[in-house]
């Protein structure tokens, strides 16, 4: 392919507007029938241009490190700030939360989501943690 095929194309569909929405609904057509495939794509496009912005993908890693720190430090603070057995608070990320109903928690990065559910959760340091669980591993 020609490098210039991309403007080429965007040329082409801009005086043809009405063959660029046909096109268009082609493949938002071939996108429902083909879930899986589309993801697929996506995860291509993602790679190529992690590959293309390396700069960008660290800009981006460093929001998304700022945002889990935030988040984590709000949901903390306001399950009491510290480990509800032992008391401990020193580093936040010897912190973490333990779901009352370990059949419902889905993974350990449950806290990051939108439906989190600070009542359903204990707020404990790892070592307390670790005895949360082996309790229930050996009760
Ligand atoms: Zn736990
Ligand atoms: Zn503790």
């Not at 096109?23 to 496009?45: A, D, F, G, L, V």
């Not at 032992?86 to 419902?104: E, I, R, V």
């Amino acid at each position: 392919m020609p490098s210039n095929s991309y403007e080429y194309m965007k040329n082409y569909w801009g005086t043809h507007p009405e063959q660029y929405k046909k096109q268009k609904e082609r493949i938002k057509k071939w996108q429902n029938e083909h879930p899986e495939k589309r993801k697929e794509c996506q995860k291509k496009s993602m790679k190529k241009w992690i590959l293309k912005n390396p700069e960008q993908k660290r800009k981006m890693g460093e929001r998304v490190k700022l945002w889990q720190q935030n988040r984590k430090k709000l949901l903390v603070n306001l399950m009491g700030g510290k480990c509800e057995k032992c008391g401990y608070n020193k580093c936040l990320a010897a912190l973490g939360f333990h779901h009352k109903d370990p059949t419902k928690k889905e993974s350990s990065r449950d806290w990051q989501r939108k439906n989190f559910k600070i009542e359903e959760n204990r707020l404990l340091c790892a070592n307390c943690h670790m005895e949360e669980h082996h309790k229930i591993r050996n009760p």
